[in-house]
């Protein structure tokens, strides 16, 4: 069982940045893919970005590719999304998720507000 917890939300000016932080304990981090997820108000969960277990490789989605990086720190068990150029319509909570095969956890989200 793999437990996550989000942080680094909050609120931030148009143009800003801010950057997200999720703790992985219970379980062997460096095995699991790690991916951002936003989930914004009436709309569906989306995936942002993934990481492979060894950091080797990264994906994105189009709606985030160019501002946003993801990386991790398999020594302190987190993976980051850096998250630059912030506009209104990335407010949303922001979840992180450790995938193993079939295998999914879920932290509880951090709120980002982009708003002047």
């Known amino acids: 069982q793999v437990q996550l917890v989000e942080s680094g939300g909050g609120l931030v000016q148009p143009g800003g940045s801010l950057r997200l932080s999720c703790a992985a304990s219970?379980?062997?981090?460096?095995?699991?893919?790690m991916s951002w997820y936003r989930q914004a108000p009436g709309k569906e969960r989306e995936l942002l970005a993934t990481?492979?277990?060894?950091?080797?490789?990264?994906h994105y989605a189009d709606s985030v590719r160019g501002r946003f990086t993801i990386s991790r720190d398999n020594a302190k068990n987190t993976v980051y999304l850096q998250m630059n150029s912030l506009q209104a319509e990335d407010t949303a909570v922001y979840y992180c998720?450790?995938?193993?095969?079939?295998?999914?956890?879920w932290g509880q989200g951090t709120r980002v507000t982009v708003s002047s």
């Open positions: 219970g379980g062997t981090f460096n095995r699991y893919r």
């Open positions: 998720n450790a995938n193993l095969v079939q295998l999914n956890y």
């Open positions: 990481i492979t277990n060894t950091g080797d490789s990264t």
